[in-house]
């Protein structure tokens, strides 16, 4: 005889299972609800808001805010920073700061379905006032082989420091190869601060404090201070490959500080991209042992680079004399100005 067991819900059961349907049923009619919601107002959520990228500029007070926003209109505002305003009523909106400051502006949207922001960093830096050629060149201080101390308006750079006497703050020090007569870590401690930049080679391994290490080769560019513009070229030698061979990827540099630019070549013969660089000032080597071939060599690497006015560098130490500076100077007389500076200075 089969036996058949019946269970019957109680009241209890029942109950619980009309609850769990009608929460079901309204979970539901609200989801469809939202998305009614969404459907009929054309977005699926808040704005997209994209503020743009921090930046640095010189010397600029005034800038376009080129934020973007899908919803109809943004609004920006300030979030820090001392003495700066908002145009909003502009198309694209303008932002006016102090320089020497750091802002933090942030874009705020609005739609529908809710409110988005972004953030940007605008850096106002005080650069110092453009000079003439003839200016900086005055600025320009011969301290021994390659090395020059050259003061802008605003920062100042050390190339190659070598026989620093006494201590200095540089804002920039360019490296253009580790050879012991550019490369001196020694000297370059007495010339550091937390805010300096040192840029080199990668084989240039100096382990003192500095603001920033930047690693240049060929071809390569870097702004520092949002101000100075820092290319990186080719410094090999053609003939005496044993010297600086070209797979180094050593550099010379050519910087543009105040509206003027110089080319700092570093230790290299007259190398085809020489016919590239454009620049002011040209600091050439004449040491022949190590570098050109001849000042015949270094009056015609001069050309190459379109210079207003060549400073020869680099002799009278381990090699090159002073009458090869004046025999520099001749070659390129009713070319441009030649310019011997004082070593030591």
Not at 186 to 214: E, F, H, M, Q, W
């Amino acid at each position: 005889m089969a036996v058949v067991c019946v269970i019957k819900p109680n009241k209890n059961f029942m109950l619980m299972k009309k609850s769990i349907s009608l929460f079901t049923v309204l979970s539901m009619l609200i989801l469809i609800g939202v998305y009614s919601c969404k459907k009929e107002n054309g977005c699926a959520g808040p704005p997209k808001v994209r503020a743009g990228n921090d930046t640095t500029l010189a010397n600029v007070t005034t800038v376009t805010l080129k934020g973007t926003t899908d919803a109809q209109s943004g609004t920006w505002s300030i979030v820090e920073g001392q003495g700066g305003t908002i145009d909003n009523s502009k198309t694209p909106a303008q932002f006016t700061g102090a320089l020497d400051n750091v802002y933090k502006l942030k874009l705020e949207s609005t739609n529908d379905c809710g409110t988005a922001s972004d953030e940007l960093i605008i850096n106002l830096v005080n650069a110092g006032a453009d000079m003439t050629v003839n200016e900086l060149v005055s600025n320009m201080h011969w301290i021994q082989q390659s090395c020059f101390r050259i003061e802008g308006s605003k920062f100042k750079i050390y190339t190659d420091p070598v026989s620093i006497s006494g201590t200095d703050q540089a804002d920039i020090i360019l490296i253009t190869h580790p050879h012991g007569d550019h490369f001196s870590p020694a000297d370059i401690d007495k010339l550091v601060t937390s805010k300096t930049i040192l840029i080199a080679p990668g084989d240039c391994n100096y382990t003192g404090k500095v603001g920033a290490r930047v690693y240049l080769g060929p071809g390569n560019t870097y702004t520092a201070f949002g101000a100075i513009k820092i290319m990186a070229v080719p410094a090999y030698n053609i003939v005496k490959t044993q010297n600086h061979p070209r797979s180094n990827n050593w550099v010379g540099y050519v910087v543009t500080i105040n509206g003027v630019t110089f080319y700092t070549a570093g230790d290299t013969e007259r190398v085809p991209e020489m016919k590239n660089i454009t620049t002011d000032i040209a600091m050439l080597p004449l040491g022949q042992t190590y570098t050109f071939n001849t000042v015949a060599e270094a009056a015609e690497a001069a050309k190459d680079t379109k210079a207003k006015v060549a400073i020869p560098m680099h002799f009278g130490l381990y090699e090159g004399t002073e009458a090869d500076a004046s025999t520099f100077q001749n070659l390129l007389s009713g070319s441009m100005k030649v310019v011997i500076k004082t070593k030591g200075g």
